[in-house]
Nanobody, 122 residues
Framework: QVQLVESGGGLVQAGGSLRLSCAAS????????AGWFRQAPGKEREFVAH????????NYADPVKGRFTISRDNAKNMAYLQMDNLRPEDTAVYYC???????????????WGEGTLVTVSS
């Protein structure tokens, strides 16, 4: 069993930066793919980024490529999402996710956090 708790959301102006953190409990987190999804008001939850267990592969959704960076520290049971050059369209609830498979589909995620709200003002 893996439990995930996000932190680091908040209000930021366009062009600014935020760093989201995901604290995981459970000894098996280090064997899971760690990822971030987001859900804007009135929209479906969408893939943002993920990183493999050994950090050897990362993938990003096209809208965030070059602006967001995902990382993890298995010794601390943590995952992170550094978000730079934020845009108003990045406004959403951001969810930390853990999965067995390397996936971009929310239906394939095994564990979810409760989410943290990111609001980007113009």
């Amino acid at each position: 069993q893996v439990q995930l708790v996000e932190s680091g959301g908040g209000l930021v102006q366009a062009g600014g930066s935020l760093r989201l953190s995901c604290a995981a409990s459970g000894s098996t987190f280090k064997y899971h793919v760690a990822g971030w999804f987001r859900q804007a008001p009135g929209k479906e939850r969408e893939f943002v980024a993920h990183i493999t267990a050994k950090s050897d592969t990362t993938n990003y959704a096209d809208p965030v490529k070059g602006r967001f960076t995902i990382s993890r520290d298995n010794a601390k049971n943590m995952a992170y999402l550094q978000m730079d050059n934020l845009r108003p369209e990045d406004t959403a609830v951001y969810y930390c996710a853990a999965s067995i498979a390397l996936t971009t589909l929310s239906s394939n995620i095994n564990y979810w956090g409760e989410g943290t709200l990111v609001t980007v003002s113009s």
